[in-house]
Protein backbone atom coordinates (compact mmCIF):
# COMPACT_ATOMS: atom_id res chain seq x y z
CA UNK A 1 0.00 0.00 0.00
CA UNK A 2 1.55 2.97 -1.14
CA UNK A 3 0.81 6.68 1.07
CA UNK A 4 0.27 9.53 -0.75
CA UNK A 5 -0.17 13.14 1.48
CA UNK A 6 -0.50 16.39 1.11
CA UNK A 7 0.57 19.58 2.84
CA UNK A 8 0.80 23.12 2.23
CA UNK A 9 -2.34 24.40 1.53
CA UNK A 10 -3.96 27.36 3.32
CA UNK A 11 -5.41 31.14 2.89
CA UNK A 12 -3.51 33.32 0.60
CA UNK A 13 -4.81 36.73 -1.11
CA UNK A 14 -5.18 37.13 -5.01
CA UNK A 15 -1.80 37.62 -6.36
CA UNK A 16 -0.07 35.19 -3.89
CA UNK A 17 2.46 32.58 -4.13
CA UNK A 18 1.84 28.90 -2.67
CA UNK A 19 4.39 25.50 -2.66
CA UNK A 20 2.67 22.91 -1.97
CA UNK A 21 4.18 19.45 -1.45
CA UNK A 22 3.33 15.59 -2.12
CA UNK A 23 4.64 13.17 0.19
CA UNK A 24 5.00 9.31 -1.00
CA UNK A 25 5.92 6.36 1.10
CA UNK A 26 7.78 4.65 -1.22
CA UNK A 27 10.98 5.50 -3.89
CA UNK A 28 9.02 8.04 -6.74
CA UNK A 29 12.14 7.31 -9.07
CA UNK A 30 10.50 4.25 -9.69
CA UNK A 31 6.60 5.99 -9.80
CA UNK A 32 6.40 6.01 -13.75
CA UNK A 33 3.51 8.54 -13.42
CA UNK A 34 2.70 11.29 -10.38
CA UNK A 35 0.06 14.50 -10.76
CA UNK A 36 -1.87 17.67 -9.42
CA UNK A 37 -5.20 17.60 -9.24
CA UNK A 38 -7.56 20.20 -7.70
CA UNK A 39 -11.85 20.29 -7.27
CA UNK A 40 -13.79 23.12 -6.47
CA UNK A 41 -17.43 22.87 -4.50
CA UNK A 42 -19.93 21.39 -7.56
CA UNK A 43 -17.27 21.08 -9.83
CA UNK A 44 -15.19 17.80 -11.46
CA UNK A 45 -11.74 17.11 -10.61
CA UNK A 46 -9.29 19.15 -12.63
CA UNK A 47 -5.98 18.01 -13.92
CA UNK A 48 -3.44 20.06 -13.18
CA UNK A 49 -0.01 18.94 -14.08
CA UNK A 50 1.59 15.55 -14.36
CA UNK A 51 4.94 14.61 -13.91
CA UNK A 52 6.68 11.28 -15.41
CA UNK A 53 10.03 9.57 -14.40
CA UNK A 54 11.38 10.29 -17.55
CA UNK A 55 11.15 13.98 -16.97
CA UNK A 56 8.36 14.75 -19.43
CA UNK A 57 5.82 17.35 -17.79
CA UNK A 58 2.68 18.11 -18.78
CA UNK A 59 0.13 21.29 -17.47
CA UNK A 60 -3.22 22.27 -18.05
CA UNK A 61 -3.60 25.36 -20.09
CA UNK A 62 -5.82 27.26 -16.94
CA UNK A 63 -2.33 26.99 -14.88
CA UNK A 64 0.91 26.81 -17.58
CA UNK A 65 2.87 29.77 -17.13
CA UNK A 66 1.69 30.06 -13.21
CA UNK A 67 2.50 26.36 -11.65
CA UNK A 68 5.43 24.40 -11.45
CA UNK A 69 5.67 20.52 -10.61
CA UNK A 70 8.54 18.95 -9.62
CA UNK A 71 10.13 16.22 -8.43
CA UNK A 72 12.66 15.33 -5.90
CA UNK A 73 13.42 12.08 -5.54
CA UNK A 74 15.62 12.24 -2.71
CA UNK A 75 12.91 13.36 -0.13
CA UNK A 76 10.07 11.50 -2.34
CA UNK A 77 7.97 14.03 -2.29
CA UNK A 78 6.69 16.52 -5.61
CA UNK A 79 5.92 19.88 -5.24
CA UNK A 80 3.38 22.49 -7.27
CA UNK A 81 4.90 25.79 -6.80
CA UNK A 82 1.72 28.29 -7.56
CA UNK A 83 2.18 31.45 -8.55
CA UNK A 84 -0.27 34.45 -9.40
CA UNK A 85 -3.02 33.26 -7.63
CA UNK A 86 -6.64 33.43 -8.50
CA UNK A 87 -9.84 33.57 -6.56
CA UNK A 88 -10.78 30.73 -8.94
CA UNK A 89 -7.73 29.21 -8.11
CA UNK A 90 -9.96 28.04 -4.65
CA UNK A 91 -10.11 24.17 -4.50
CA UNK A 92 -9.04 21.44 -2.71
CA UNK A 93 -5.67 20.48 -4.14
CA UNK A 94 -4.82 16.49 -4.46
CA UNK A 95 -1.98 14.43 -5.45
CA UNK A 96 -1.82 10.96 -7.05
CA UNK A 97 1.10 8.59 -8.09
CA UNK A 98 0.60 5.50 -10.28
CA UNK A 99 1.86 2.75 -9.16
CA UNK A 100 0.48 0.12 -12.21
CA UNK A 101 -2.24 -1.24 -11.77
CA UNK A 102 -3.27 1.35 -8.86
CA UNK A 103 -3.31 5.00 -8.61
CA UNK A 104 -3.25 6.04 -4.90
CA UNK A 105 -4.70 9.67 -4.20
CA UNK A 106 -3.60 11.67 -0.65
CA UNK A 107 -6.58 13.02 1.00
CA UNK A 108 -6.14 16.95 0.12
CA UNK A 109 -5.57 19.96 0.70
CA UNK A 110 -7.60 22.80 0.80
CA UNK A 111 -6.50 25.97 -0.83
CA UNK A 112 -7.96 29.46 -0.73
CA UNK A 113 -7.75 32.49 -2.77
CA UNK A 114 -9.09 35.60 -0.97
CA UNK A 115 -8.73 39.11 0.25
Known amino acids: QVQVVESGGGLVQPGGSLRLSCAVS????????MGWYRQAPGQQRELLATTQNDGTIYYADSVKGRFTISRENAKNTMDLQMTSLKPEDTAVYYC?????????WGQGTQVTVSS
Open 26 to 33: QDISSIFL
Open 96 to 104: NAVVVPTVY
